[in-house]
């Protein structure tokens, strides 16, 4: 099946399973900006790292963005993004997902996996539980 | 569906045609530019021991690689796996745990996404959330407030949507503080001209230097300012005397409804 990734601004790198005949897109969707409220400096740095993935072959479209990826998409064609925590993309992922009940949500790789949830009540807590595997001394 | 240019003559060509794409104002544009290659130049040039002795001065040693991670273009695990090849834990804890504030927070997120823009606690103020002012006035907005470090670095965040970690403790200190108003107002304002603005780490530092996210309210005294900034703001301005004072001072200035000592 083939496949088109979508990437969202929290996820600007090409997709690390990429394989011959996929897709991978960028849409740049005015009223999400504008939800976002993001200044033109914003902008500007996420265009500038959109334009050198242009140069390995990320397509970049304007449109909103359930209409954009429906010009995309076909019956034949898997959607794949990846998650992300911030609460206006969240609605957006949602919005993209409604129209695409299959849409694959890839999680994005943290910074360690833990087998038990460490302790968050403050930092210092959760430090003392993660450093050592953070660091590498077990 | 329009496709998008992607090629330009120069850096000006850029900017222009991503303010025409989304009608935004005539604003300056940060000196960071975006894209892998600049991160792998950060990150290649990111000396972790200099960074764990020098990350608290704003001429310190710091890596400014927030924005690449905030949008993905770098992962934090592969930066903590690229210093350990090459550093000690000793000598790379400090950056690492850095990295480790970002997991933190998410995780905090994760578990209660909810609440991220609700007070995560009360405040440690003497004060409840409705003596604080719901909304950020025009003279914080425009880098107008007459103070004058305060003002140099709003002029810093609004012309490069990037400051030192220590200059945004400064800041939200001074708008919660001794503005005294509501971590949310500032927290929104940040989002909008960082670069690196990423809502979870932003809202809960703002919370951190409230007080609804840690034990006690974050504030500073001018010897502290003067100390950090390293001769990076006009620390000798008369207009800092609402600084000039020990920490014991200010703190019965700031939270006179409180009883016993504060700390930092």
Known sequence: MRRVFWLHDACLQRPLDLRVGDRWVYIWDVDYIHQQAWSLKRQVFIYETLCELAQQGCEVYAADTVVGLADLLDEKTELVTYAAQDPILQVLINRVCLAWPNLRLQPIAGLLNLEQAPPLKRFFHYWKRVEKPLLGFE | MLRLTTEFANRAALIDYVRQLSGAAMEPVSDIQGGLTQACQKSAALNPIAYQRERNFFTGSVSVLSPYIRHGVISPKALADQLAERYPPSQRAGFVQQLAWRDYFHRVHQAQPERIWQDYEPYKTGFSAADYAPSLPDDIANGETGVRVIDQM????????????????????????????????????????????????????????????????????????????????????????????????????LFPHLTDARGR
């Open chain 2, 154 to 253: 709003i002029d810093t965040l609004l012309m490069r949507g990037y400051l030192h970690n220590h200059a945004r403790l400064y800041l939200a200190a001074y708008v919660v503080h001794w503005r005294r108003i509501q971590w949310q107002a500032g927290a929104r304002w940040f989002l909008q001209h960082l670069i690196d603005g990423d809502i979870i780490c932003n809202n809960y530092s703002w919370q951190w230097v409230a007080s609804t996210f840690s034990a006690k309210p974050y504030f500073f005294n001018l010897d502290n300012l003067r100390h950090y900034a390293d001769g990076q703001l006009d620390c000798e301005h008369q207009s800092h005397r609402i600084f000039d004072a020990s920490y014991d001072e200010l703190s019965a200035r």
